[in-house]
């Protein structure tokens, strides 16, 4: 299940890779989209109850999900 989040404070592409080194240790969770420009990421889920946690590997990564 695709999910839309979006990330406030990523600006660069180090921000981009700290975001994929984050979510990509959350299991069932693929990463589908960083778009820095309009501070979304899509990723694709295995179950709806993983999302908390997806939210919380960015938060952990020093963004905010909005």
């Not at 299940?1 to 660069?12: A, E, F």
């Not at 979510?23 to 179950?47: A, H, P, Q, T, Y």
Request: glycine letters at 4%.
């Amino acid at each position: 299940m695709k999910k839309t989040l979006s990330v406030d404070g990523m600006s660069c592409n180090h921000c981009v890779q700290k975001i994929q080194r984050f979510v990509s240790e959350c299991e069932g969770v693929k990463i589908l989209n960083i778009d820095i420009d309009n501070k979304i990421l899509e990723v694709d889920i295995d179950d709806e109850k993983r999302l908390p946690y997806v939210i919380e590997a960015v938060e952990d990564a020093g963004f905010i999900v909005k």
